[in-house]
Each structure stands twice: as C-alpha cells, then as structure tokens.
C-alpha cells in the first residue's frame, strides 16, 4: 500500500510524505529527483499510515504532519528527520496546524477529540 501527500513552495520545491511500510526504516527524508529535473522532489519518510495534512511552520524551516498512524510529527526541512511525535489520539489524525508563535499545535482526530500540545514538551 502507497499513500502520498506533496507539497510546493515557490513553485521550486516539491516535498512528498510517503507512507514507511517497513518499520525497521528510520524517519528520514532523501531527495529523490533525476538529475535534470525541473522540479526537487524530498521524500520524507516515516509516517506508518496516510498523511492528512501538511504545514510549514517556524519560519519555513520546519513542517508538521497528521496521519492515519494516530500521530503528528514535526520534520526538519533540512534534514528530513523527525524532531518530535505527538501521540495521543486513539483513531486517525484528521488535521493538525501549529498556532502563529510555533508553541502550540493542535490536532483533531476521528476519535471525536482535539489535543492541543505545548511543542516544547510534546
């Protein structure tokens, strides 16, 4: 099973959330592109079920993402790996948005709750 979510910037960049099957595999995100691509395209890995939703936050050096996983996750841009895991929810992540100051991020699930979360503690 493949589920993918992307995401362009500028109209430069093209970042893509694909589902990590194989659980052995760390979070990370890799360019995957042709040489003589137009477009960039980063592959961020880590999520074990479909991503829902996507944001830049902290300044665009940063994104967060809700999944089918019961997770929210914060990715460096840069590097692709995971800087934090929000868990909490007992059925799917629908939606997640980080607020304006990146200190709280708030997600609502199918489970009929709304969590928000302090970003320095989780």
């Given at each position: 099973m493949s589920s993918d979510v992307a995401i362009?910037?500028?109209?430069?960049?093209?970042?893509?959330?694909?589902?990590n099957e194989d659980l052995n595999?760390?979070?990370?995100?890799?360019?995957?592109?042709?040489?003589?691509?137009?477009?960039?395209?980063?592959?961020?890995?880590?999520?074990?079920?479909?991503?829902?939703?996507?944001?830049?936050?902290?300044d665009d050096t940063k994104i967060v993402t809700s999944s089918n996983d019961k997770t929210c996750k914060l990715w460096d841009l840069d590097s692709g790996t995971v800087q934090q895991n929000f868990e909490g929810h007992d059925m799917y992540v629908s939606c997640?948005?980080?607020?304006?100051?990146?200190?709280?991020?708030?997600?609502?699930?199918?489970?009929?709750?709304?969590?928000?979360w302090d970003v320095e503690t989780g």
């Open positions: 362009e910037k500028d109209g430069i960049d093209l970042l893509s959330f694909d589902i595999k760390q979070c990370s995100g890799t360019w995957e592109h042709e040489d003589l691509a137009q477009v960039r395209i980063k592959v961020f890995r880590g999520h074990e079920r479909g991503v829902n939703t996507c944001q830049f936050c902290f997640c948005k980080m607020n304006y100051d990146n200190t709280r991020l708030v997600s609502s699930s199918w489970d009929k709750t709304i969590n928000v």
